[in-house]
């Protein structure tokens, strides 16, 4: 600031630049400080004139400031102290409580997202769904949805609830969007909310690639009609950010975006390569009808004109005639058991791994695929066994891990009944 004087009035710039006058001290913010025109700082806190139309008339200049104090008036005034401001350390991540969690694991034939699933593909595979992705139910809406977000740790970060109608399998809009928060609903002042992928859970199995798409409903849809990948979701088009894809460090990924988010995830995708190889699917701007685009058609949408019986494994993408499945290992029909409340299982799963290995381990492997269920086939049996083992022995009794437990007690029932 150049100027002939060396100490002037401050200019006004707002009220953050009036203060509250030493003489009067009206409430009001009349009173303007000198400040040093070399150090941009003001002279001292009495060191001004109050501007009120009252007769208070204080104004004490900067002269006046120096002759009672003996202090040259040419002698530069040091910089008033600035504390140094620090970035406070990050709070940490909160979780949901377990039995916030637990509590929402049932009431699943109230649930509107559920019946659409066993519309669509039956109760065998909504079944396997719903322990796959832990699919939950919340009574802040009748037959509403909660979409857990759960790390690799096993940790509850979150759950997305919404509401879907049970026979078109589509969000409920109105009168108004369907959307809320656990962690919201749970009304906690400290909450620290990070969020992480849903299905992130399932990505402690690294011996697939990962799929990712928007919606939390499209990826448990195209988990059965494409299982060669694991399928994970953002939430919407504009989370696909660093933070939520850095527990994808080194691995294969595909993005599925919906209609009309191709070009930015195709640019998301450069932005994101140094953490991971990814790739960007192109099916719906090459699939999708002039129709279909203006309804804003998601992978979910076209999937489901198809049968998923009808899709060959092998094949990332589905072709407008979906070919048929030719079973590589010929499975005899099996009678599966009814499902189980997973968390009546004890702490330890011990006695269930050591069972495990001694049966592995006394069989000779299959070297060609094998079909696990409806919506998994096992590639490479001895890597898939390896991996399940690894998990299951890592989390020892941690419910969140308990599907791995039970596809190699699944696996084991399908070999068991092949040799016999």
């Not at 377990?98 to 066993?118: G, R, W």
């Not at 991971?276 to 999708?288: G, I, M, P, Y």
């Not at 399908?414 to 016999?420: D, E, H, P």
């Amino acid at each position: 600031m150049k100027t002939e004087y060396r100490y002037i009035l401050e200019p006004y710039k707002g009220m953050n630049t009036r203060y509250r006058c030493p003489n009067c001290q009206q409430r009001d913010k009349t009173f303007s400080l000198y400040i040093d025109t070399e150090t941009g700082e003001h002279v001292h806190p009495t060191v001004g004139r109050c501007n009120r139309e009252s007769n208070c008339g204080y104004h004490y200049t900067p002269k006046q400031y120096f002759q009672d104090n003996n202090i040259s008036f040419d002698t530069p005034q040091p910089k008033a102290y600035k504390p140094r401001i620090l970035n406070p350390p990050p709070k940490p991540v909160s979780f949901i409580p377990k039995d916030v969690f637990k509590a929402s694991l049932k009431a699943h034939e109230t649930n509107h997202f559920v019946q659409f699933l066993i519309n669509l593909f039956g109760v065998a595979v909504a079944n396997q769904l719903i322990s796959r992705y832990f699919i939950a139910t919340s009574k802040h809406w009748n037959g509403a949805t909660v979409f857990w977000q759960i790390d690799t740790k096993g940790k509850v970060r979150t759950g997305k609830i919404m509401l879907y109608s049970p026979t078109t399998g589509k969000r409920v809009k109105e009168p108004f969007n369907h959307i809320n928060w656990v962690h919201s609903l749970l009304k906690q002042p400290e909450f620290e909310l990070r969020q992480c992928l849903f299905g992130e859970h399932l990505l402690i199995d690294t011996t697939k690639p990962v799929a990712i798409v928007e919606s939390e409903k499209t990826a448990v849809i195209a988990s059965v009609y494409l299982p060669q990948f694991i399928w994970v979701a953002v939430g919407s088009l504009t989370n696909l950010n660093a933070e939520k894809c850095s527990i994808l460090k080194g691995r294969t990924v595909t993005l599925f975006p919906d209609l009309n988010g191709f070009e930015k995830w195709s640019n998301k995708a450069k932005e994101l390569s140094r953490l991971a190889n990814f790739t960007v699917s192109d099916l719906l701007e090459r699939k999708a009808t002039e129709t279909e685009k203006k309804q804003g058609f998601d992978l979910a949408d076209y999937l489901i004109k198809y049968d998923y019986k009808a899709f060959a494994l092998p094949d990332p993408e589905p072709l407008e005639t979906p070919p048929t499945v030719q079973p590589i290992v010929e499975v005899k029909p099996i009678k599966r058991p009814e499902p189980v409340c997973y968390f009546s299982k004890p702490e330890s799963w011990e006695q269930d791994i050591t069972e495990l290995e001694n049966y592995f381990t006394g069989i000779a492997l299959p070297t060609q695929p094998v079909i696990l269920n409806q919506c998994s086939t096992i590639t490479n049996c001895s890597l898939f066994i390896k991996s399940h083992f690894a998990t299951v022995k890592a989390y020892n009794g941690k419910n969140t891990f308990l599907p791995f437990l039970h596809r190699l007690q699944e696996l084991k029932q399908i070999l068991t009944t092949n040799l016999n």
